[in-house]
């Protein structure tokens, strides 16, 4: 693939993705939909996905912002349903649907069949989690869906690995299938547990935001690689350390915070939309691949995997659910609210995606001499599957939930205690300003003061001002309306400062050191509108 191709395949994916806000169908499956039908287009590149470049270099950035996004204490607190679906789930799935898939394809060996349930054993990270948002579903199942997620990856590359050595008559045996399980799990979190604090350290000492933002950028390779060097679990490196630094993200300085932020997203939203249209791109090199089966002995053979790995989802989802109730009256009081619906949902979220085409594009074309068996039918089942489980399930989730009227987020309680909080901060800052201005060496013209008391108070009634009435006119709150004004101002003062640089009255290093105060002025009331 030359730079060019890469380059139209980053800026297409963008477009689609953009236009895709303004349907109701989400991202992921307008991309892969795009990607299949640019497939056959006259001109366009073979885009082929090759495994060592997506599982060391894409999928570390992606599981990095995931578990920056995601919250350390609402996952230690949903543990037991996030690890019996990404670690329990994830190898229940590669016995039972590689099981099933052996007594389908009469010449798939029981080895091979079960490289291909390990290979699409794991949900997808993104097709779910994004989804989930958009619906906004309660945040107990988004928290669970995307703690999956983070983990069941390494999961599933761990039993990958041990049915790939079986398959390939390395001799594993059960016991050594379990501890290499076990070493790569524990190595990877130790790995994690070494890097995260040296590693935040590191990005508290450092000073000037662009060298944070540079050490931010390679904190997920280097977290990676250190653990896949070790023959550790890379996945889980990763996620340590991500959830450690999102959760300790406000000891680190606000323009780092700022300036990463920014850069995380558009990394995610590149990667993202880049990874699904080349989902679907892959058609014509698997079908190539497909060799000597006939189309629709082989569409039978798909159709019947994917009904597996959908059943199979739901076989575990709903034991695993109520299976602990019945156990420990702990977990029901704890799980008061758990309802046949939620078990239906995570269990139908079972989406896949690139990991698990990447998995497959790296099973070896030939091991000791001999073809390995069935591998181009490997590649098809999995491919369809991933296929499947994007469309059908992506497309039948968001109708699924809306008709089931889940409790979605209670905006206006949400707000309340976003108030109550602000309020409560909003005095105590108070109170360590009235400290410090009564100390000589900190006094203030009355202005001054005045302006920082104005602004705390501001900061303090922009919340509650949310819960209050709306302007009659403009439906707007008064806080929307204080920041659409602001916003107009900075405008006017913006045209102001480049008529003067055109008229030669200021150079343009003063027009933009002016511009950048205002910048971030602006930037400051657009963040405060989005968190509205």
């Known amino acids: 693939m030359d730079a060019l191709s890469l380059v139209a395949l980053v800026a297409v994916s963008a477009v689609i993705a953009g236009a895709a806000r303004r349907t109701p169908?989400?991202?992921?499956?307008?991309?892969?939909?795009?990607?299949?039908?640019?497939?056959?287009?006259?001109?366009?590149?073979?885009?082929?996905?090759?495994?060592?470049?997506?599982?060391?270099?894409?999928?570390?950035?992606?599981?990095?912002?995931?578990?920056?996004?995601?919250?350390?204490?609402?996952?230690?607190?949903?543990?037991?349903?996030?690890?019996?679906?990404?670690?329990?789930?994830?190898?229940?799935?590669t016995l039972a649907v590689g099981y099933l898939a052996h007594l389908m394809v009469p010449d798939l060996p029981l080895t091979a069949a079960l490289v291909l349930g390990a290979v699409i054993a794991p949900p997808d990270a993104v097709a779910a989690t994004a989804i989930a948002r958009r619906l906004g579903l309660p945040s107990r199942i988004t928290t669970i869906l995307q703690g999956e997620s983070l983990v069941n990856d390494a999961t599933a590359i761990t039993a990958f690995k041990v049915a790939l050595a079986a398959a390939v008559g390395a001799g594993v045996s059960w016991a050594g299938g379990i501890a290499e399980f076990a070493v790569a799990a524990l190595g990877g979190i130790g790995v994690g547990l070494v890097l995260?604090?040296?590693?935040?350290?590191?990005?508290?000492?450092?000073?000037?935001?662009?060298?944070?933002?540079?050490?931010?950028?390679?904190?997920?390779?280097?977290?990676?690689?250190?653990?896949?060097?070790?023959?550790?679990?890379?996945?889980?490196?990763?996620?340590?350390?991500?959830?450690?630094?999102?959760?300790?993200?406000?000891?680190?300085?606000?323009?780092t915070r700022l300036q990463e932020e920014a850069v995380w997203k558009m990394v995610a939203f590149?990667?993202?939309?880049?990874?699904?249209?080349?989902?679907?791109?892959?058609?014509?090199?698997?079908?190539?691949?497909l060799g000597g089966y006939g189309t629709g002995e082989a569409a039978l053979y798909a159709a019947g995997v994917f009904a597996a790995v959908v059943v199979v989802r739901f076989v575990w989802v709903f034991p695993a659910t109520y299976l602990p109730r019945a156990l420990s009256r702990k977990v029901r009081e704890r799980e008061a609210g758990v309802t046949w619906s939620s078990p239906l949902i995570v269990g139908w979220a079972g989406m896949r995606g690139v990991v698990s085409l990447a998995i497959a594009f790296s099973i070896p074309v030939a091991t000791a001499g001999e073809a390995f068996p069935a591998r181009n039918l490997v590649l098809f089942l999995t491919f369809t599957t991933v296929i499947g489980t994007l469309v059908v399930q992506g497309l039948t989730l968001p109708p699924l939930i809306r008709a089931l009227k889940l409790p979605g987020r209670d905006v206006r309680a949400e707000t309340l205690a976003e108030a109550q909080a602000q309020s409560e901060a909003s005095r105590a800052a108070e109170q360590r300003l009235d400290e410090l201005l009564a100390d000589e060496r900190n006094t203030l013209p009355g202005p001054l003061a005045d302006r920082l008391r104005t602004v705390l108070e501001r900061r303090r009634n922009a919340v509650w001002e949310r819960l209050g009435a709306a302007n009659p006119v403009t439906g707007e709150s008064a806080d929307d309306t204080y920041r659409r004004l602001a916003r107009e101002m900075i405008g006017a003062e913006r045209e102001v400062f480049v008529r003067l640089r055109d008229e030669r009255r200021i150079d343009d290093e003063m027009m933009r050191t002016l511009l950048r105060r205002l910048d971030l002025e602006e930037a400051a009331a657009y963040r405060e509108a989005a968190d509205g």
Do not use: C, K
């Not at 653990?227 to 996945?235: F, I, R």
């Open 196 to 255: 995260m604090v040296p590693i935040h350290w590191l990005r508290r000492s450092l000073r000037e935001p662009l060298l944070q933002n540079t050490l931010s950028l390679l904190i997920p390779f280097v977290a990676y690689a250190a653990a896949e060097h070790v023959h550790a679990s890379g996945v889980l490196a990763v996620v340590v350390v991500a959830l450690y630094l999102g959760h300790r993200s406000w000891q680190v300085d606000f323009a």
């Open 25 to 93: 169908v989400p991202a992921p499956l307008l991309l892969v939909a795009a990607g299949l039908a640019a497939a056959y287009v006259p001109g366009v590149p073979d885009y082929t996905l090759d495994p060592h470049i997506v599982l060391p270099l894409v999928l570390p950035p992606l599981l990095h912002t995931a578990a920056l996004d995601s919250s350390y204490l609402d996952l230690r607190a949903n543990i037991r349903p996030v690890a019996l679906l990404s670690v329990g789930y994830v190898l229940f799935a």
């Open 270 to 289: 590149v990667l993202e939309t880049s990874v699904f249209a080349l989902i679907g791109l892959q058609l014509p090199h698997v079908l190539r691949e």
